[in-house]
């Protein structure tokens, strides 16, 4: 495998950070690539609220959720029994016997604070940017809210849901029989698609694209597979598929770049990237559960954790399809996010955040 970039970690501030990276597969060769630590904060004490924050970050590690500026400050921190969501729009804690939700915005610094609307409906709230979703109890249906906490539209299925995704063009919704169905914006029904081809016909994974031209899903079991199709003229077909070694049993991971140049997908073989333009297709080693996947867009790096147990990896992928490095550490609970150039990794009760950066 052919390698363009060094990755360095700069030994600047190593004693802040604890030193708890170690880099490996790290092959020297044309443009270096640098992480710069920036700074190191714990949650568990700062606990104060910044209100007028330029951006504020989503996070959730373990039992705790809330927002961080770019700047180290935590803009709201709360914790919750049994389960909670997040996104840059929207928060909610909610318990194992949901009645209803009450939906909170990161300006709303606490519990104690007004919901900005609470939904009279059972079921377990997700919210994706500025999308607003209510699972029902049992797991066949789910409903979509508008910005004012108004239902627009319900869909109760036959069988379990087992993949959710969302856009800004629609709703992609994968059930235990094998179904994959897309609805728009409006909530009116635009494809019912039954990929086949393997024994068991679960959907395992599903993503749609922003522009919503392409939809893409890891399904079945026995013989497990990867499809890809597009939308020509009103019109969906496959345009790319192929069969899987081994077999996952578990939710996986599917993501379309920012760009829809490329569509990544987890199987058991490691990390899967197609090219939507000329479907070529590329598998990656990476060792784990991928629960990330996340774009530097200045710096052309795809950044992807992994999760076996406790132990935590961070893959740096160039231009979809090398292996350039990559970083482990150890955590109960863990996430990263990529804003710009800059990458945040949260493990336990610490955040961090790093410089990526070319020369």
């Given amino acids: 495998m052919t390698t363009k970039q060094k990755i360095t970690l700069y030994s600047l501030l190593a004693l802040f950070f604890i030193v708890i990276y170690v880099l490996v597969a790290v092959k020297p060769l044309g443009k270096e690539l640098k992480l710069i630590p920036q700074w190191k904060i714990t949650i568990t004490d700062r606990a104060l609220a910044v209100e007028n924050a330029s951006k504020k970050i989503p996070f959730q590690l373990g039992q705790i959720l809330g927002y961080f500026t770019p700047e180290g400050e935590i803009a709201l921190l709360t914790s919750?029994?049994?389960?909670?969501?997040?996104?840059?729009s929207y928060w909610a804690t909610y318990p194992a016997d949901s009645k209803k939700t009450s939906v909170y915005t990161p300006?709303?610094?606490?519990?104690?604070?007004?919901?900005?609307f609470t939904i009279d409906r059972p079921g377990f709230p997700f919210f994706s940017e500025d999308r607003i979703y209510i699972f029902t109890p049992g797991g066949y249906g789910v409903a979509h809210y508008n910005p004012q906490g108004e239902e627009v539209w319900s869909f109760e299925g036959y069988a379990p849901i087992t993949a959710f995704a969302s856009s800004s063009s629609g709703t992609a919704i994968g059930y235990a029989n094998g179904s994959l169905v897309t609805y728009t914006t409006e909530g009116e029904l635009k494809q019912v698609f039954e990929p086949g081809g393997s024994q068991y016909p679960i959907i395992l994974g599903t993503a749609i694209s922003e522009s919503g031209n392409f939809l893409a899903c890891v399904s079945g079991i026995d013989q497990q597979r990867f499809v890809l199709t597009k939308e020509t003229n009103g019109l969906n077909k496959v345009v790319f598929h192929t069969y899987l070694q081994g077999n996952l049993r578990v939710p996986v991971l599917v993501k379309f770049s920012s760009d829809e140049k490329l569509v990544y997908y987890s199987c058991y073989q490691g990390l899967g990237v197609v090219n939507t333009e000329n479907y070529s297709h590329t598998m990656l080693p990476v060792k784990g559960q991928i629960v990330a996947i996340e774009e530097s867009e200045t710096t052309n790096i795809t950044l992807v954790l992994t999760k076996n147990k406790d132990d935590y990896t961070v893959y740096l992928i160039e231009n979809g399809d090398s292996v350039i490095g990559s970083f482990s550490y150890q955590a109960k609970s863990s996430f990263i996010v990529v804003d710009?150039?800059?990458?945040?990794?949260?493990?336990?009760?610490?955040?961090?955040?790093?410089?990526?950066?070319?020369?």
């Avoid at 990794?345 to 990526?356: M, R």
Wanted: glycine share 8%.
């Fill in 80 to 88: 919750y029994p049994f389960q909670g969501t997040i996104s840059s």
């Fill in 107 to 116: 300006d709303l610094v606490g519990l104690q604070q007004s919901p900005l």
């Fill in 340 to 359: 710009e150039d800059d990458l945040y990794i949260g493990k336990d009760v610490e955040i961090l955040k790093l410089h990526l950066a070319q020369n």
